[in-house]
């Protein structure tokens, strides 16, 4: 793969062009598949490359999500990611959950809550999320407000609210942790952010919810937007007491088992991949660090 690999294109004429993007040739005849271009943008064309041996769960449309989903994990800096990181990310995702619950009979948690969930969650999933708090149904609560989005509203809670509205060991441990971690090793489980922001980094932002996305003709943006198993692994960890050096040996082959699962029935069918995320378990994330 190396000795075929086109770092420069030669055109027609003779002419030699670099090529400004790397990419991944398939091709059965001849000298087969190659390489090309340069190395800045490689994690998407080496997930092109590994993206042949992965399956999913029946459905269609994955290809563009795995290639994505490969690329954010072998762009990632593992050993950037401490164990206080994991636990600053476990702790807002369960905090946000608390003031979800606690909204559910504090009409001042709930304003403050509709403010900071504005513009973060679509129209609709915004007011499945508060209309299902009124109403006490906690599993339209639930299906509603994903990890994610739960990850970047336990963020705006320490934002929000300089002293906690109600007494919890969790929030006290956020405030602890957040004291002297402000977050930023958290951007290595971001996707590759190349068609987002175009850069050849991992980067973990507050984006448009996916719903928008669903909109773009082209598939890559939606599968670059929703390429967050890295989040889900690193909350499983935390809850398992796995170290974050640990996950660079299992995160490809648990997202693998992840897609075999995904029921996807478009490119733009975030919702079953994320569902696919989901049911990676604490058991699973034990069972290959055992192989």
């Known amino acids: 793969m190396l000795r075929k690999h086109h770092y420069i294109n030669y055109s027609e004429g003779g002419n030699q062009e670099a090529n400004l993007e790397s990419a991944f040739h398939k091709d059965n005849e001849g000298v087969g598949s190659y390489f090309v271009g340069g190395f800045a943008q490689f994690p998407l064309a080496a997930g092109t490359a590994a993206e042949t041996g992965w399956r999913n769960g029946g459905g269609t449309g994955a290809g563009e999500s795995v290639v994505a989903e490969i690329a954010a994990i072998r762009s990632t800096s593992w050993e950037r990611l401490e164990e206080s990181d994991q ?8 905090v946000a959950r608390e003031w979800i ?4 009979g504090r009409p001042d ?15 609709t999933r915004r007011a499945d999320l508060l209309n299902g708090i009124e109403l006490r149904d906690w599993g ?59 850069c050849g980094h991992p980067h973990l932002f507050t984006d448009a919810p996916y719903e928008e996305y669903e909109r773009q003709l082209l598939p890559d943006e939606i599968a670059e937007r929703s390429a967050e198993f890295k989040l889900f692994l690193s909350f499983i960890a935390d809850s398992a007491g796995v170290q974050p050096s640990s996950l660079a040996d299992v995160a490809e082959t648990l997202a693998a088992k992840a897609f075999r699962g995904a029921q996807m029935n478009s490119p733009s069918d975030w919702r079953s991949l994320l569902a696919a995320y989901r049911s990676i378990t604490p058991d699973d994330l034990r069972k290959a660090l055992e192989q």
């Open 140 to 198: 339209k609560v639930w299906s509603s407000a994903l990890l994610p989005d739960l990850l970047s509203i336990g963020g705006k809670y320490l934002e929000h609210f300089k002293t906690d509205p109600w007494s919890s060991p969790l929030t006290g441990a956020l405030r602890s942790v957040a004291a002297t971690n402000d977050g930023s090793h958290l951007q290595v489980l971001g996707p590759f952010a190349y068609h987002t922001m175009g």
């Open 109 to 123: 948690l709930m304003e403050a809550l509709s403010e900071e969930t504005f513009g973060l969650m679509s129209p």
């Open 87 to 94: 636990r600053l990310l476990s702790l807002r995702v369960s």
């Open 101 to 104: 619950v606690e909204s559910a």
